[in-house]
């Protein structure tokens, strides 16, 4: 089991920046990949970013090039950090979690194994 809790949500304006966290417990030992996934109102849940707990990044290209995702081993935690913000950046961003290494597709919801509540994120215009 692994446990997932994001913060750093809130109400910003647009071109303002915000950083969202994710702290894992549990069996992070197990850990391969972590990313982030938003949901907008109406909307079906999105791919945003994902790290693996060995190397490498993947980024959603609505988001590259202003959101930035990185990970601290020792906290077991993973950051969002998301600058130049935008009205359509706007939604509830759930953290996820994957255990072991095989079958791993950054992008793809169902390859996560573990899911955090979420957290809210507002940009006004």
């Known amino acids: 089991q692994v446990q997932l809790v994001e913060a750093g949500g809130g109400l910003v304006q647009a071109g303002t920046s915000l950083r969202l966290s994710c702290a894992a417990s549990?069996?992070?030992?197990?850990?391969?990949?972590m990313g982030w996934f938003r949901q907008a109102p109406g909307k079906e849940r999105e791919f945003v970013a994902a790290?693996?707990?060995?190397?490498?990044?993947y980024y959603a290209d609505s988001v590259k090039g202003r959101f930035t995702i990185s990970r601290d081993n020792a906290k077991n935690t993973v950051y969002l950090q998301m600058d130049s913000l935008k009205p359509e950046d706007t939604g509830v961003y759930y953290c996820?979690?994957?255990?072991?290494?095989?079958?791993?597709?950054?992008?793809?919801?169902?390859?996560?194994?573990?899911w955090g509540q979420g957290t809210q994120v507002t940009v006004s215009s």
């Open positions: 996820a979690a994957k255990l072991g290494g095989t079958r791993i597709v950054p992008a793809v919801a169902s390859t996560y194994d573990y």
């Open positions: 790290v693996r707990w060995s190397a490498g990044t």
């Open positions: 549990g069996r992070t030992l197990s850990v391969s990949i």
